[in-house]
């Protein structure tokens, strides 16, 4: 989009901070965010857990409740906020079409994670795919956007097709635990040769028990990926 039909678009449809939903002023269009919300950015930092990035309780603690008792596929993780931080603005960008959010949160997950990731050595981001009757009736995926975003931002090629979902699996926020893994089994196929890619990084919008992106991860190691790794907006756990 050229800079007259972006300032012509933003005239018609004008931008909205990507937390509060409030109409911003043009000062703070390019920022994404407005002034009282950037105030309260509230990241999860450290201490965190080793595996899934979910801030911890004590600085003594390496891991949280979850990843203490489960064993991951995955090899580590990073989640920029808590989930009661953001849950609205998640719901508004997932399912009221709030798809300009993608701008400012994927710039926000390049800045705060780009140095780890290119520490970890990452060839490529790979946002966890929608079922496609699913994204069609939602109009667009929202790990797709903030990956795209991120990989304009790092530099970093984003594998769109490389994974596919093939099972329409049932909202995994009606599941408890055990429910997620057997929903989930099986539900993505790599479609396309990874043999070039030693380590990725799976994007997505939330992580929770970390079921979606273990079978993500399984299916992607399993055709030959060797480390995986992801990163998410928010984290839904907080132990």
């Not at 801030?55 to 003594?60: F, I, S, W």
């Not at 009661?84 to 949160?105: D, I, S, T």
């Not at 795919?129 to 984003?158: H, I, S, T």
Request: glycine share 6%; hydrophobic share 40%; net charge positive.
């Amino acid at each position: 989009m050229g800079r007259i039909h972006e300032f012509l678009y933003d005239l018609l449809y004008p931008r909205r901070c990507a937390i509060c939903d409030t109409v911003l002023r043009i000062a703070d269009v390019k920022s994404g965010i407005c002034p009282e919300c950037r105030k309260k950015l509230h990241y999860v930092r450290d201490p965190r857990c080793m595996k899934c990035g979910a801030p911890l309780r004590a600085d003594e603690e390496e891991y949280c409740v979850s990843c203490a008792r489960h064993r991951h596929v995955y090899d580590r993780g990073l989640a920029l906020y808590e989930y009661p931080f953001v849950r609205l603005a998640l719901y508004r960008m997932k399912y009221n079409g709030r798809r300009e959010y993608a701008r400012f949160f994927g710039r926000e997950l390049a800045r705060r994670f780009g140095p780890q990731l290119k520490q970890w050595g990452v060839q490529a981001l790979i946002p966890v795919p929608m079922y496609a009757a699913r994204e069609r009736r939602r109009g667009y995926n929202q790990a797709e956007a903030l990956a795209e975003v991120m990989g304009e931002a790092l530099k970093l090629p984003v594998r769109k097709k490389l994974l596919k979902r093939v099972r329409n699996t049932r909202p995994m926020k009606l599941l408890g635990d055990r429910e997620r893994q057997i929903n989930i089994k099986n539900a993505f196929l790599c479609t396309q040769d990874v043999v070039k890619l030693d380590k990725v990084v799976l994007v997505d919008d939330i992580y929770t028990t970390g079921a979606t992106i273990d079978a993500a991860a399984a299916e992607l190691k399993g055709a030959g990926v060797k480390n995986v790794f992801f990163v998410t907006l928010a984290v839904g756990i907080t132990l």
